[in-house]
């Protein structure tokens, strides 16, 4: 879908660090719906990446023929293919309909959730049943003006970090997995240095009156 497992796989190659090291995560999507189409992109990926496994697949939202896709996933698992399955875009129904298909639980369900929209609900159903669920564009694609945030500074200046540490450590603290993304080196330093402090309750009050309630990309549950 983003037109990058080659490059990773090269880098992958060539980066000297041992596999079990890395977590790699790649996704079917539109092109794949289908049982065999999702075996074809399976194959695909692997042979992409250079890989003789891949620890998280997803299917990147929920199609009409979501439940043969998952199948196929399952069959990869057993097959030791992929070691994990996880969904993507997924709302409370559509995820306790994929329940009633399938045979092993998705690890995660990854979805959007940040500052200003953090689905507690979503995530109440998600645990109850064993997905982690998973926090895409966790800060927010910096919109809202989320890196000059009030809130978020002040806290910030608290513990030394910046808006975006505290954004991000906020979906840690509500047990998301979160996948920031940045092109620059130090700002990647910065959203993995969030482990040297911990958010107390009050702080976290603080931060959930950011809550909007609504997507912020214009997704619908
Ligand atoms: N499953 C899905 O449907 C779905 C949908 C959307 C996104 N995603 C995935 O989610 C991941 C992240 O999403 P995203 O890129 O949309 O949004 P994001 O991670 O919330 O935000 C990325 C933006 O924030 C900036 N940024 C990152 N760290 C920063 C920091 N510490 N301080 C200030 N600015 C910072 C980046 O700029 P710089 O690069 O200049 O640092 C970039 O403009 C990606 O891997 C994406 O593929 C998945």
Same mark, same amino acid.
């Given at each position: 879908?983003?037109?990058?497992? &080659?490059?990773?796989?090269? /880098?992958?190659?060539?980066?000297?660090?041992?596999?079990? !090291?890395?977590?790699?995560? #790649?996704?079917?999507?539109?092109?794949?719906?289908?049982?065999?189409?999702? &075996?074809?992109?399976? =194959?695909? #990926?692997?042979?992409?990446?250079?890989?003789?496994?891949?620890?998280?697949?997803?299917? +990147? =939202?929920?199609?009409? !023929?979501?439940? =043969?896709?998952?199948?196929?996933?399952?069959?990869?698992?057993?097959?030791?293919?992929?070691?994990?399955?996880?969904?993507?875009?997924?709302?409370?129904?559509?995820?306790?309909?994929?329940?009633? +298909?399938?045979?092993? $639980?998705?690890?995660?369900?990854?979805?959007?959730?940040?500052?200003?929209? #953090?689905? @507690? !609900?979503?995530? *109440? $159903?998600?645990?109850? +049943?064993?997905? $982690?669920?998973?926090?895409? %564009?966790?800060?927010?694609?910096?919109?809202?003006?989320?890196?000059?945030?009030?809130?978020? $500074?002040?806290?910030? @200046? &608290?513990?030394?970090?910046? %808006?975006?540490?505290? /954004?991000? *450590?906020?979906?840690?603290?509500?047990?998301?997995?979160?996948?920031? *993304? %940045?092109?620059?080196?130090?700002?990647?330093?910065?959203?993995?240095?969030?482990?040297?402090?911990?958010?107390?309750? =009050?702080?976290?009050? *603080?931060?959930?009156?950011? !809550? @909007?309630?609504? %997507?912020?990309?214009?997704?619908?549950?």
């Amino acid at each position: 879908m983003y037109g990058n497992e &080659k490059i990773l796989g090269r /880098a992958i190659k060539r980066c000297n660090v041992p596999r079990e !090291e890395l977590f790699i995560t #790649s996704k079917v999507y539109t092109p794949d719906r289908g049982y065999e189409r999702t &075996k074809f992109a399976i =194959e695909d #990926s692997l042979k992409n990446l250079q890989l003789d496994y891949i620890d998280l697949m997803l299917i +990147h =939202e929920p199609y009409r !023929e979501g439940t =043969e896709m998952y199948k196929a996933l399952e069959e990869a698992v057993e097959e030791g293919k992929i070691k994990s399955i996880g969904i993507s875009n997924y709302n409370k129904n559509e995820y306790l309909d994929l329940l009633e +298909h399938c045979n092993v $639980v998705p690890a995660v369900n990854q979805v959007e959730a940040h500052v200003f929209y #953090s689905r @507690k !609900e979503l995530q *109440k $159903v998600l645990e109850a +049943h064993g997905t $982690v669920m998973e926090a895409w %564009s966790p800060l927010a694609a910096g919109k809202n003006n989320i890196f000059t945030n009030k809130v978020l $500074v002040e806290i910030g @200046k &608290k513990y030394n970090k910046t %808006s975006a540490q505290i /954004a991000l *450590k906020y979906l840690l603290s509500r047990n998301m997995v979160i996948i920031p *993304k %940045s092109s620059n080196l130090d700002r990647l330093r910065q959203n993995i240095d969030l482990f040297d402090f911990e958010l107390n309750k =009050e702080d976290i009050e *603080k931060i959930g009156t950011l !809550e @909007k309630g609504e %997507s912020l990309f214009g997704w619908y549950d």
